[in-house]
């Protein structure tokens, strides 16, 4: 796997602010901000251009797994990216993957799902047998118009700070994220981790707003440890969608409550975009690069941010660095429209 962000190319560093609960929210200097309500994003130094770090990523991920150029030929490039690229999506995925060398691609666009969903659909397709293995990669660079767009809904948090599940969150803020994995059937290669479940469900609730009760992202997270065939207490972290909204973080508390019953008081969650932001289609497979990260360092990432206790979201929140022997994590992600993804990931 490989990764860019806020921080710079490379998963350590990720990791390592992550679980420190260094933040990497700064004035917005890639674009003009003068007339925006709020002024930050989780961006990286200097002018990053999305298909450079695409292919770097795709490229990085491929040489650890040691998939050669003449060893894609046969292999799909599930790519989430943003909105309409020039092109389109689907000719914008078709030209990555011509450059990595890749037999062809499939473009996700399904907003904050998007990399898990496609994350869940290459793991299917092995799963079956329709393929050996499946990169899958997500891009998404912070840009003027969607920083207006979210600014003009006043979804961004104007203190500057993204505080998943904490009393006084005012909202979300947007980050960097270029990330690329690569899925194999076991035994392969020597393994990162293991996918070991996944689910994904639809509220069919609220164009916007999720369900109060959480039961459609519950069904996820229940599919994702039926299929895995694991139980509630034997998850040991839990990567959080956590936006940073009022809604959206009283949902999910619900969602979990609902799904892993008395374990969900105990099991330590936390929400990276506390650390990182919210990148859209791509941010999904930036979690879970960070929470396969961190159940191979055995060290939980922080949930920055944090003020005080939200009587509604009582979770076990990781709010001081600490270290765990990490057997199973899960990553969750929501978009707009109701749709629910989790991730199930277990240790090699």
Known sequence: MAVFSAFGAGVDALLRAAV??????????????????????????????????????????CDGAGLSRSGRADCQLFLAIHGEPHGGADAFASSIAAACGFAGARAYTSACVAASTAVADAAAQIAHGRADRVVVA?????????????????????DGRVRPFSAGR??????????????????????????????????????????????????AIGDALHRGGVQAADVGYINAHGSGTKQSDVAESAALRVSLGDAAAKIPVSSTKSIHGQALE???????????????????????????????????????????????????????????????????
């Open 282 to 348: 791509a941010g999904a497979l930036l979690e879970l690069i960070l929470t396969i990260a961190a159940l191979r360092a055995g060290r939980l990432p922080l949930n920055a941010g944090f003020l005080g206790p939200d009587d509604d979201c009582q979770l076990a929140l990781v709010l001081e660095p600490a270290v765990a022997d990490l057997e199973y994590a899960l990553t969750l992600n929501v978009a707009f429209g109701g749709a629910n993804t989790a991730l199930l990931v277990g240790a090699p």
């Open 170 to 219: 005012s909202g979300l803020l947007l980050g960097d994220a270029v990330g690329a994995l690569v899925l194999e059937a076991a035994g392969a290669s020597e393994p990162l981790a293991r996918l070991a479940g996944w689910g994904r469900s639809g509220d069919a609730y609220h164009v916007c707003k999720p369900r109060p009760d959480g039961h459609g992202l519950a069904r």
């Open 20 to 61: 420190e609960g260094v933040t990497g929210f700064a004035p917005v200097e890639r674009f003009d901000v003068g007339a925006r309500r709020a002024k930050v994003a989780a961006v990286a130094a200097g002018a990053p251009e999305l298909v450079r770090e695409l292919v770097r990523a795709v490229d990085e991920a």
């Open 138 to 158: 997500a891009g998404y660079l912070v840009d003027a118009d969607q920083y207006a767009l979210f600014d003009a809904g006043r979804a961004l948090a104007l």
